[in-house]
Structure formats: C-alpha cells, structure tokens
C-alpha cells in the first residue's frame, strides 16, 4: 500500500498527498523512499508543471515517526546515518525541484514536517494550522530540516524556536515568513487554487531559471561578477524560444504558447 497519493491533471498541475493518516503522515522510510522516487519523478516529467504538496487526515505532517526513529537508533552508527541522509535527500529533492512547488497546509505541521513546507517555494496554510520544531522535547535536534527552516525564518527566530519548541500558529508563521498566505479553512483551496492559475501563466523554463537564481542570489556579493553573470543570463533568455515567444506575444497581444495549453486544457 503506498504511503502517497499522487495524480496529474490536464494543466501539469501534479498534486502529492502524503496518506498516511492513522500515523498524522508521519514520516518513515517507506514514505521517505517513496518521497524521493516521486519528486524525481515529477523534477523529470515534462507534462508535470507544478508539484502540490498536502497531507491527508487531521494533520499536515508530524513529522518523524517516533516508533521508526527509535529502530533506527538502535541500529549500527552507518545504518543510522544513512537512514538520515535519505531524508536529507528528500528535503533537497524538494528543495531544488526545477518547478515550482506549493504546499497546502490543512492542519498540523511538526518536526520533519515544518522543513516540508520550508523547502517549498510557497506555502498557504489554513488559519487552524500550527507548528512545531519539536525535536528539543524529545531529546533531538531539527538537524536536516534545520538549514531549510533557517533560511525561511531567519538565525534569529531560529535560535528560539529550536530551543523552544513553541508552537506556532498560523499568524505566527506568517510572520515568521514560514507561510506566504493564511487563509480560513473553507476558503484554503480556492486560494491554493488561486496560487496554481499565477504559476500556471509563467514559462516552464523562465520559472526554472528564476528559481535557481534565488539559490545564486543568496550566496553570492554583488559585485562585477554577479553583475555580469545576471547580464548573461538576461541576454540568453531573452534570445531563448520563451523569450522570443513572451515578447512576440506581448506586442501581438496574444497568449504565449504556455498560457494557451493551459487555456485549451482548462
């Protein structure tokens, strides 16, 4: 029995709900495994244009699963180690997905979980979601989702709430920056749905290259280089066949290619 659910509709709108809701979805290595396999998947799937993350049940996802960890624990020190990197590798698979992601949060969202909804490029959660580092509590550290948590809330409200394991409401998160929008729970999937129509009218390529630039931003100075690298990089989109094509259809006040896929499959 899979640990996900996953289906594609006729946009490229792929959407991947964890199922396991007796446990609040949370995570194991059969579902870690199954995670990896369909975030390749979908990063190599050329119908796929956005990825939707949410959870099934009661909670979003509560992280790591205490009864796994503790099996784990016991093992050797490689086998435990290597049971952490592939959950690292998620987080990145996630993280690096050359499309955009949205994640929906429904309910709770610990551990393992919040570094779900860090790694993604937009989270919109429901006014009755909250979250939680709570690792401290039980004796661990939000290790491998903690560079990922840390970007998104900053070293600052890091340090507290990895100490802490306070939980957060959905209000918090938002000001955090965890969360982009918060919305109440009936109204969660029309402005999920909302998000989804935006992503929709970019260029599959453009959007690709503009999230791996944010990664090139944060790291570097501005400075000559980074300023001839951007150059370079506006000059060859600009001449790509989404450029060419964006611009033409602007003048001719059409919709580009991309945007009329989208318009015919709706």
């Not at 190599?44 to 979003?60: K, M, V, Y």
């Not at 050359?98 to 979980?113: C, D, E, F, M």
Request: proline fraction near 5%; glycine fraction near 6%; charged fraction near 25%.
């Amino acid at each position: 029995m899979s640990l996900l659910r996953s289906s594609l509709d006729s946009r490229g709108v792929a959407t991947l709900t964890l199922a396991r809701p007796e446990r609040r979805n949370a995570l194991d290595h059969a579902m870690v495994v199954e995670l990896i396999a369909a975030l390749e998947s979908a990063a190599n799937d050329s119908q796929t244009r956005i990825l939707l993350l949410a959870g099934d049940g009661p909670a979003f996802c509560a992280g790591g699963d205490i009864e796994w960890m503790k099996r784990v624990a016991a093992d050797t020190p490689r086998a435990n180690e290597e049971d952490a990197l592939l959950l690292a590798r998620a987080m990145r698979a996630l993280d690096t997905l050359p499309k955009p992601t949205l994640t929906r949060i429904h309910g709770p969202a610990y551990g393992g979980g919040v570094g779900l909804v860090a790694c993604c490029d937009i989270a919109v959660a429901s006014d009755a979601a909250s979250f939680c580092l709570s690792e401290a509590r039980i004796g661990l550290t939000p290790s491998v989702i903690g560079p990922y948590v840390q970007r998104a809330i900053g070293a600052r409200q890091a340090r507290r709430y990895f100490l802490s394991a306070e939980t957060i409401s959905a209000t918090q998160a938002r000001a955090l920056g965890l969360v982009h929008e918060i919305a109440p729970a009936t109204e969660l999937d029309a402005r999920v749905a909302r998000i989804v129509d935006a992503l929709l009218a970019g260029a599959p390529g453009a959007q690709a290259e503009a999230k791996a630039s944010v990664a090139l931003f944060a790291e570097r100075p501005i400075d000559e280089a980074l300023m001839r690298e951007t150059a370079q990089r506006i000059s060859a989109r600009r001449a790509s066949a989404e450029g060419k094509e964006g611009l033409a259809a602007f003048l001719e006040k059409r919709a580009p290619y991309w945007r009329r896929d989208r318009d015919d499959a709706s």
